[in-house]
């Protein structure tokens, strides 16, 4: 689990030029015959937007209940969902620093995310006031969410 209290001192420490961005990354495991989605969301702070970074990451693991896992609305919601929670909790924080949330989907037609794009851009965009990024473009979605289920981050 996060500490939200270390993650807002951390960024509360940081210069105004520091920017934060927000992501996460989900798969399906089956256990027990059972499947669930791992999810791992990550709140990465780019120390002066310069001087390299430091990520701070949770893992869970929920059922997943995705009929067709080629196209997997409710897990990829899902993950959109956790990601805007966190951001809603360090919005006070964060105050006037540089903000991007990253999101694990991708709008070309062919990928299995592309079914939830316009669903997950505009609940960002209504919840959080954010025009999200997405694939190619999510780095903290695809690179340290990531790195972040790979090390078992969970600070």
Not at 35 to 57: L, N, R, S
């Amino acid at each position: 689990m996060i500490n939200l209290n270390e993650v807002a001192d951390y960024i509360s420490q940081q210069s105004s030029t520091s920017k934060v961005y927000i992501g996460g990354d989900s798969y399906r495991v089956i256990r027990e015959g059972r499947w669930f989605a791992e999810y791992t969301i990550v709140i990465v702070v780019h120390k002066d937007g310069k001087h390299g970074c430091k990520i701070f990451g949770e893992n869970s693991c929920e059922p997943d209940y995705d009929k067709n896992q080629d196209r997997p609305s409710m897990r990829l919601m899902n993950e959109v969902y956790k990601i805007a929670d966190l951001y809603l909790k360090l919005k006070e924080v964060i105050g006037d620093r540089e903000v991007q949330i990253h999101l694990d989907i991708n709008a070309k037609e062919s990928a299995g995310s592309s079914c939830v794009v316009q669903q997950a851009v505009g609940y960002i965009r209504g919840v959080c006031n954010v025009v999200p990024m997405t694939k190619p473009n999510a780095f903290a979605a695809s690179c340290a969410a990531d790195r972040a289920k790979e090390l078992n981050l969970t600070q």
